[in-house]
């Protein structure tokens, strides 16, 4: 058997492995954005520059999110070792459905709300064009919804994260394991260097 399509089997992608940890860095330089904007005076140049960049790098989740998907299609997903229980199968696979469908609503409801006010939608120097016409009423409503699903989100970014420890050290599986970016790196080792 092919010794890349091994690895593959045996590890995420790599590819798989950057979008990942990609996505959680974007994600936290999202919400720090939002959350500190605060320290600005409104209208403010630090202010405004925070807020620009909130949505670029939301809109940047948007398509990191669609090219996880395209990976996750098309390659192989590692088994767990031990196998976890069917009811943790089909919990981690609810949980991650959930967390997919919250990373491309919150994007989409950022680029919604915009439209909605009338404002220019930034992404890198080109302007995304509106999805809705100017509505006041609906962009307020819009915008609500997605600062209450921003507030949901550190719950699902916190669970994650909590099952992955849990998986570690409770369960003692490879589930935190395989989308670490050196794991394949340090699984390849002889046993004599990587016992140094």
Known sequence: MNTLLQDRRTFFHPLSIATHWATLVLLAAVYALIEFKGI??????????????HFVLGLSVFGLVALRLLLRAALPTPPIVPAP??????????????????????????????????????????????????????????EDLHEALGTIGYALIGVHAAAALFHHHVMRDNTLVLMLPWAERWARKPASTAER
Do not use: C
């Open 40 to 53: 600005f005076p409104k209208g403010s140049d630090a202010r405004e520059a925070m807020k620009h960049w």
């Open 85 to 142: 229980p069917l009811w943790q199968q089909r919990l981690a696979t609810t949980m991650h459905r959930v967390l997919y469908v919250f990373l491309i609503a919150m994007p989409l409801l950022g680029w919604l709300t915009l439209s909605a006010k009338g404002r220019p939608i930034p992404l890198f120097g080109w302007e995304l064009p509106a999805l809705l016409a100017g509505d006041r009423e609906l962009a307020r409503r819009l």
